[in-house]
């Protein structure tokens, strides 16, 4: 395991170097972890068998298994840390609730339209393919490579054993529709006016270009919340998820050994279950205040960046060759609803900066978080539009519902239902837009230009 860490790390570091020196890499905003996988897959197992991947006694690479393992340490790390400024939901309603009601909305609405394409026009022009497959487009457009593979790992267990693969192949090219579809988006948005803080497209900082920040503007990254006399904090912080983690195995191989109803929890969730149990108990010993939420948060992001390397590049390319049809098919329909929410129902919802929080969530709902954010940027250099802002006040409760959906969707679907999750979350989505519309407003399409940051 050890060995095949250190291979996917040099290909990590290789890529970064690649992607600070290579003009169109960074044009395209391409991750690095995308490009590693990409390079180990051409040069691994699944392509050119170059680099000595650990194989096990079946000939499989083994680090198929590591992203279902990987994502149990990103989840502990969720509600892990301090949180003594969360706002309650009350009070981040009044302060950002078009941007709760619309990224939540978006999220669920494209588990609940993916599944009703499916049941309409995928299933019937694909009869090999069912309600699982098509689950797999939200999990890796909306919920990228880490979602892929907590829905995955679950519908494998159900008997899907390809979810996985199909899930990673849909994240990497909501990856790539984030980019590509985000930078079209952006020109366009800035010839007809829509824009409220540039007049044109601008070009990323050098730093967020290259992937590269001058030592001269960088910024601390995490607290210092234990005495290395004692122990260091970055040991203190891992310690505390791998712990998580362990307790997720141990809650799993006690259910599992008991019995009952409880024995489908996933992995995934036991480890939030765990993480925010353990967050608990040092915060009545009084010493949860020394858990920073910043510094789980970067272990998070490390460990998704392995997933993300380890994912792309044991991808089975022979499963993607054999659903390709469905694939592009089911792709081209996430990429339309990405497209449709920003362009019409974003507009109609936001008080104000309506492009720019749009594009933002178009990052997230085709790509990851960072994307969004990569996009935004363009758009809003100096984040005078308070996206970012007003998503972090709504990230927590999000956060809850995805957890619940995730537990429980991938099953349901699993028993083979399409129509009815499908109509039950898209019911949902559009309500949550109603509620919306009725207590923050309702806006019509507006396509005069206005003042940099003028509000509807």
């Known amino acids: 395991m050890f060995l095949d860490f250190a291979l996917i790390s040099g290909l990590l570091v290789?890529?970064?170097l690649l992607r600070s020196r290579i003009r169109l890499f960074q044009a395209i905003l391409l991750p690095t972890p995308i490009l590693a996988g990409l390079i180990g897959l051409a040069a691994g197992p699944e392509g050119l068998d170059l680099i000595p991947f650990a194989r096990d006694e079946g000939g499989s690479p083994v680090m198929r298994r590591y992203p279902g393992e990987l994502v149990i340490l990103l989840f502990a790390t969720l509600f892990m840390g301090s949180r003594a400024d969360e706002p309650g939901l009350a009070t981040m309603i009044r302060s950002a609730g078009d941007t709760f009601f619309y990224n939540l909305s978006a999220w669920i609405g494209q588990f609940g339209l993916a599944l009703l394409f499916a049941g309409a026009v995928l299933i019937p022009l694909f009869p090999q393919v069912g309600g699982p497959f098509a689950l797999m487009l939200p999990s890796g457009f909306a919920g990228g490579h880490g979602t892929a593979t907590a829905v995955g790992s679950i519908l494998a267990g159900q008997g899907h054993e390809n979810a996985m693969a199909i899930g990673y192949t849909f994240a990497t090219i909501g990856?790539?529709?984030?980019?590509?579809g985000g930078v079209a988006?952006?020109?366009l948005a800035t010839r007809s006016g829509w824009t409220r803080l540039v007049a044109t497209p601008r070009e990323l900082p050098a730093d967020l270009r290259r992937g590269l920040i001058d030592p001269a503007g960088a910024r601390h990254v995490a607290r210092e919340t234990v005495s290395p006399l004692a122990l260091?904090?970055?040991?203190?912080?891992?310690?505390?998820?791998?712990?998580?983690?362990?307790?997720?195995?141990?809650?799993s191989w006690t259910l599992q050994s008991a019995g009952g109803h409880f024995t489908a929890l996933p992995m995934f969730a036991l480890a939030v279950i765990c993480g925010a149990v353990l967050q608990k108990v040092l915060d009545g010993v009084g010493v949860g205040r020394h858990v920073d939420r910043q510094t789980m948060g970067r272990l998070g992001s490390s460990i998704s960046d392995f997933l993300v390397a380890f994912g792309v590049a044991s991808i089975p390319?022979?499963?993607?060759?054999?659903?390709?049809?469905?694939?592009l098919v089911m792709s081209a329909f996430g990429f339309a609803h990405a497209a449709l929410i920003t362009w019409w129902i974003a507009r109609r919802t936001f008080h104000n900066y309506w492009f720019e929080r749009g594009i933002f969530t178009f990052g997230w709902t085709t790509g990851v978080v960072a994307?969004?954010?990569?996009?935004?940027?363009?758009?809003?250099?100096?984040?005078?539009?308070?996206?970012?802002?007003?998503?972090?006040?709504?990230y927590l409760p999000i956060a809850i519902v995805e957890i619940v959906v995730l537990s429980t969707l991938p099953l349901w679907v699993a028993g083979g239902a399409v129509w009815q999750p499908g109509l039950l979350l898209t019911g949902v989505a559009a309500g949550l837009?109603?509620?919306?519309w009725k207590t923050i407003g309702f806006f019509p399409a507006d396509p005069v230009v206005r003042r940099a940051g003028e509000s509807r």
């Open 185 to 187: 988006a952006i020109n």
């Open 317 to 327: 390319l022979t499963i993607v060759a054999d659903y390709a049809a469905p694939i």
């Open 175 to 180: 990856l790539l529709a984030a980019v590509l």
């Open 371 to 394: 994307m969004g954010i990569a996009l935004l940027r363009v758009v809003d250099p100096e984040l005078k539009s308070k996206t970012l802002d007003d998503y972090g006040l709504a």
């Open 232 to 251: 260091e904090t970055l040991s203190w912080h891992l310690g505390l998820v791998l712990l998580a983690y362990g307790a997720a195995h141990a809650v």
């Open 14 to 16: 290789v890529a970064h």
């Open 433 to 436: 837009l109603l509620v919306s």
